[in-house]
């Protein structure tokens, strides 16, 4: 008997090892594949959604496909609303993102989203309000850059990336219901912030959890 498959499209390799051991945990009879092309981010950063990275987004999904993805993911938020809308006979195509969105709204009224990169505040923003609407639920939605995060995640320096977005999020706890970590990059994080009893919602485990509800759907 075939394993199910779920296949992801990132824009880092880093995110190999994060989906593949969220896998592992709630399902390791899933079969994973993986695609990885850093120049999707860096144009979408540089040039905004344009037709061309969305030719290219969707050539990169139809090769998991093609490979026996029976639900593909894209796990870049700045990128995952292209991927969102392209559809594929009996194959689901999702956002990594989504489920995080759903939930934060049914959680509080007055939500942040933390991104360590501006091309991601305004996707997840919209995101987050479509998921209002969606849910009909009436959220107050403020954004934040963590700045001179990125910088150390470029550097390949994770555990300083994590502690300055925890650092953000210990400054603002008290202002918000919901901490929203719009990057799946961003999870990590969550570990430098026992004691913090505010909500804070990353993407990853969600996601993984949407795409396999998804896989016994298909």
Known sequence: MQNHCIGFLHTSSVHIKTFATICEHFDPSVSLIHLVDEDLLARAQNEGLTASIKTDIQKLLEKLVEQGAEVVVCTCSSIGSAAELIKFENVA?????????DKAVLTGKSLLIL????????????????????LAQSVKISTLKVEGAWQSFES???T??????AAKIKQQILNYDVIVLAQ?????????????????????ELGVLAALTALKKS
């Not at 195509?93 to 969105?101: E, F, L, N, P, V």
């Not at 991104?115 to 969606?134: G, H, M, R, Y």
């Open 93 to 101: 195509s999702q956002r990594i993102d989504r489920a995080m969105a």
């Open 115 to 134: 991104a360590a990169l501006d091309s991601t505040l305004v996707p997840t923003k919209l995101l987050i309000e479509q998921s209002a609407q969606n």
């Open 156 to 158: 390949n320096n994770l």
């Open 160 to 165: 300083d990336y994590h502690q300055k977005i």
């Open 184 to 204: 799946a990059s961003m999870a990590g994080a969550t570990q430098y912030c026992e004691g913090v009893d505010t909500p804070i919602l990353s993407s990853p």
